[in-house]
């Protein structure tokens, strides 16, 4: 998948993540993102953020009144932040919607 996006044109940059004592991870990259993203703001021409957290409602906010937001994808329409709701406005959509474009099938061949 790595692979596909960065062929694609996409730079990724992958974070450190903790191991914690319950065998589960913990990566912060929240401010690390929203740091980067106005950091970079005049490399990219629009920006596509997929999150259901409000704490990137300043980004999102941000990024809309620069004319800078493609389009906040939300995975739930019924689970994310009423933050974000406000910040993208009509620039929101979620995955559900949107399955049917994103989603991989594989046709075998007879």
Known sequence: MYSFFQDAGYHLIFKPVLSLRNWTTKGNVDAELVLQAIVDIDKYDKALIITWDGDFSCLIKHLYQCN??????????????????????????NLTNLRWKLEYIHKQQN
Do not use: G, Q, T, W
């Open 68 to 93: 800078k937001l493609l389009m906040l994808i939300v995975p739930n329409l019924k689970a994310y932040s009423v933050f974000l709701k406000k910040a993208a406005k009509e620039k929101i959509d």
